[in-house]
């Protein structure tokens, strides 16, 4: 089964082939990802006016170069996957729309994909990891621990009740004067930098509902760095150091407790799997590789492009539907908002 994936929710324009073949790994024939960083690097994150005109302007391209890579026609494609929220609205509708029209032209089935849903099959794609395993979806717009059971069948068994992880990071980096996005640059700053010089607070620890708090520690950042202002390069070091190891503290603390409420009510994991941008940071695979061996279990990461926002995604959560045969009309509305846990999320549910 070939399908065509489309990605447009924040600040990447991407598009992908990919082929499943049965239970098992899929297989990615071409991923398209056309970033924006320049866009916005001058306001310090994503503007959402700016993002929608730039995904309008580059998509037709990113497709034309994904199909042309994978050596596929657009008649050649079994369906068109988009992703259909949650996101920025002006970026969804255009890929979207996009999607639709594709899938017209090729007059194959359209699958309106939740973006969050294609984070948590990506191990699927990647490892052909089995139903039921625990999930650590950590992005720059959520941070949540999920039961997933099954296609479009997810349980939440905790969130975060402020900051998302990677907002974290691109806070951290703004308030040091570090570039966006700024995970990947307070993980650089971070190697060079004394992780022990400051006491950041671990928010949450040892608490058994697997939820999440960063607020604090951000501000607990903020509050070292007016303190002993005017900093230096080390002392950006430090703290972003510092931070980062609180950081996997805490992210290994909030999935060992929700370890045990998957154990519970779940059994047995078949692993750990982790998604979403922050899926990236090296210390935080680490610590989720030893929580996972700890526990008679193994961690299954996307490989670092895979992690980001990416159009294989995508065409792999549009496949995974289509294969039980659920695909949406082309009346399907853009959801700005759309937990992955809400009834919404179930298969067989409409528009
Ligand atoms: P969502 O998926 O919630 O809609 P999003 O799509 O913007 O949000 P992703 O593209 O999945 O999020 O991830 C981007 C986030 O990941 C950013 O906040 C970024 O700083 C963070 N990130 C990327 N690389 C790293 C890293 N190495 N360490 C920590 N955070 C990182
Ligand atoms: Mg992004
Ligand atoms: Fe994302």
């Keep these: 089964m070939l399908v065509l994936g489309l990605e447009t929710t924040c600040d990447e324009t991407a598009a992908a082939i990919v082929r499943r073949c049965g239970e098992g790994p899929g297989e990615i024939l071409s991923n398209v990802v056309r970033g924006q960083v320049e866009e916005h690097a001058a306001y310090g994150g994503v503007v959402p006016e700016i993002a929608a005109r730039a995904h309008v302007e580059a998509l037709d391209g990113v497709v034309a170069k994904a199909l042309k890579d994978a050596g596929v026609a657009v008649t050649d494609l079994d369906g068109v996957a988009a992703a259909a929220g949650p996101g920025l609205v002006g970026g969804v509708i255009v890929g979207l729309t996009a999607g639709k029209a594709y899938a017209l032209v090729a007059q194959k089935p359209f699958v309106g994909v939740n973006h969050l849903e294609a984070h948590a099959l990506t191990a699927r794609l990647t490892d052909g990891v089995a139903f039921p395993y625990l999930l650590l979806l950590a992005s720059g717009g959520h941070t949540q621990l999920l039961a997933v059971l099954g296609v479009g069948r997810y349980v939440r068994l905790g969130s975060t009740i402020d900051d998302a992880l990677g907002e974290a990071f691109d806070k951290i980096a703004k ?132 992690c980001g926002d990416n159009g294989a995604m995508i065409a792999w959560a549009g496949a995974e539907r289509l294969a039980l045969g659920l695909t949406d009309g082309l009346d399907f509305a853009p959801r700005p908002r759309w937990p992955l846990d809400a009834a919404a999320a179930q298969p067989g549910a409409k528009a």
């Excluded at 060079?192 to 608490?207: E, K, L, N, T």
């Excluded at 607020?215 to 150091?241: M, N």
Aim: glycine content about 10%; hydrophobic content about 40%.
């Design 175 to 306: 308030m040091l004067g570090l570039g966006y996005p700024g995970g990947p640059e307070v993980e650089k700053r971070a190697r060079s930098g004394d992780p022990a010089r400051f006491a950041f607070p671990r928010p949450m620890q040892g608490r058994a509902e697997p939820n999440f708090s960063l607020s604090g520690l951000k501000t607990a950042v903020r509050i070292e760095a007016e303190r002993i202002a005017p900093i230096s390069e080390a002392d950006v070091d430090d703290l972003c150091a510092s931070f980062q190891a609180a950081a996997v503290d805490v992210v290994a603390d909030r999935t060992r407790a929700a370890q045990r409420i998957f154990a519970e009510r779940y059994g047995r994991p078949t692993a750990l799997v982790a998604a979403g941008g922050v899926a990236a940071n090296g210390p935080i695979r680490q610590a989720l590789t030893r929580l996972a061996s700890g526990s008679g279990t193994r961690l299954v990461a996307p490989p670092l492009p895979l």
